[in-house]
């Protein structure tokens, strides 16, 4: 206690039945609730009932300002004697906070409650406690009872008030409660709408796919059966022509030589596109078996590069790197050339001038090991908003600068469907009028977890 108020003295039953008023008086100066007062001046009539006829037993009212928070303390203290009854100090426990400190000579029972916060410092706290304990108050025991009788009425007034207020409470949530039920039935019933809704859209979008893989299907099976039935023509045009540009008794003329010539390079085009649209259905189909095996990567290159110089303009230069140094790349050869020459074909075809350029490096990735093939050329380019539609299939992008160049738009499609099977990618960028350049990433299939696979693929 660092504030003591004032000091009495206990010594009979009628300064006991004071200690209830002033503890009363006391803490509603102190602004306590009506509960708080009745609690505390309950509790330290039992402990002064109890003490009574104690040596030397007086009672202290103060503040203690120097712990939060601040508390109203009152102190009983006396001399000798037996101890306290437990039943005394469990009683007061249950209503304040009770400490019990025995001693050799003096011991003492310290009582404390929290101030309430009224807002008030505490120095206003001491003058009102001081006021309040100054006042003489005396008290019978027919005071007592009348008090006691009072807090009682009180309580049970503010029992029933809090029983009616629970009522009230429970009214409010019985009808929230019907409420939430309404809206659970309502959000359960609009769920279930939108479940069979769900199921229907589910069941259709089935039924769509369904179609679309049928109509696939139907597609790859035309274009193989397509496929197999044109093969057949056009390798007797082709072996038929080259019987005839073979020097026999009967040469043929100059003329005629010209057109069989035609002949036999139409025949080639219409097998290479043959080819393509085989392959094309295969790989759709998941029938495309790849073949993993060491590639000598600058043997094809070297190839490539002597096949395909006489395939563009005047003002065209392929440019195809010397690879002195390149790693071993283990991958399917055939699927390989094929990408590599209908990007080189496509780049020659759209630049009239300048040069298409093939670089080969190793991809800094170091997860998997794997070659970059880009083809770069100063061609026509491609608009911006076509980048992503040149690799539909058929697609071709329409321009003056299509004009005298021949094709079927399976190009790109048809090399990134090869590039993805060996594992890898295909992406290209491009500006209209500068050129165009696509970059193949192709992954060693030794490293890459991939199995090699044996079969009779037919390879023309």
Do not use: C
């Amino acid at each position: 206690m660092t504030e003591k108020a004032a000091t009495f003295r206990l010594s009979s039953a009628q300064e006991v039945f004071g200690l209830r008023r002033t503890a009363q008086q006391a803490a509603a100066a102190l602004a306590f609730d009506r509960q708080d007062q009745v609690r505390l001046a309950t509790a330290l009539s039992e402990l002064g009932r109890d003490r009574l006829g104690s040596p030397a037993l007086e009672v202290a009212f103060g503040l203690n300002t120097e712990e939060r928070p601040h508390a109203f303390v009152v102190v009983l203290t006396w001399t000798g004697g037996s101890p306290p009854r437990q039943e005394t100090l469990d009683l007061a426990a249950r209503l304040v906070r009770v400490e019990y400190r025995p001693g050799t000579t003096v011991s003492d029972i310290v009582v404390t409650q929290p101030l309430p916060h009224d807002g008030s410092g505490p120095d206003s706290a001491g003058s009102r406690l001081a006021a309040a304990l100054g006042t003489e108050t005396r008290s019978t025991e027919a005071d007592d009872l009348r008090a006691q009788t009072r807090d009682l009425i009180a309580a049970l007034d503010e029992t029933r008030a809090q029983r009616e207020e629970l009522r009230r409470l429970n009214d409010e949530l019985e009808e929230t409660n019907q409420g939430v039920l309404a809206l659970y039935s309502e959000l359960t019933r609009e769920l279930e709408t939108t479940n069979s809704g769900v199921l229907a859209l589910h069941s259709e979008l089935e039924d769509k796919r369904r179609q679309l893989q049928e109509a696939s299907e139907a597609k790859t099976r035309f274009w193989t059966n397509i496929s197999h039935e044109l093969r057949t023509p056009v390798n007797a045009v082709v072996g038929l022509s080259r019987l005839l540009l073979t020097p026999g008794p009967s040469p043929l003329s100059a003329e005629q030589q010209e057109q069989v010539e035609l002949i036999a390079a139409s025949g080639h085009t219409m097998l290479d596109l043959v080819s393509d649209l085989l392959d094309v259905a295969k790989a759709e189909a998941g029938h495309l078996e790849i073949h993993a095996e060491p590639v000598d990567v600058r043997l094809i290159v070297t190839h490539l590069g002597g096949l395909l110089r006489s395939h563009g303009g005047d003002g065209v230069r392929l440019v195809v790197p010397r690879l002195d140094d390149v790693p071993a790349l283990v991958t399917d050869e055939t699927l390989l050339v094929r990408i590599l020459r209908n990007l080189l074909s496509n780049a020659m075809k759209f630049t009239d001038h300048g040069e298409v350029r093939l670089d080969v490096e190793v991809d800094p990735d170091p997860r998997i090991p794997a070659l970059v093939f880009t083809i770069t050329d100063t061609g026509v380019g491609i608009p911006a908003e076509e980048i992503d539609r040149v690799f539909e299939a058929f697609y071709q992008v329409r321009g003056p600068h299509q004009r005298g160049r021949p094709g079927t738009g399976l190009g790109l499609p048809y090399a990134r469907t090869l590039a993805e099977l060996l594992g890898g990618s295909l992406t290209l960028t491009s500006t209209v009028g500068e050129g165009t350049r696509v970059r193949v990433r192709v992954p060693d299939l030794s490293r890459a977890g991939t199995t090699e696979s044996t079969g009779g693929e037919e390879k023309p």
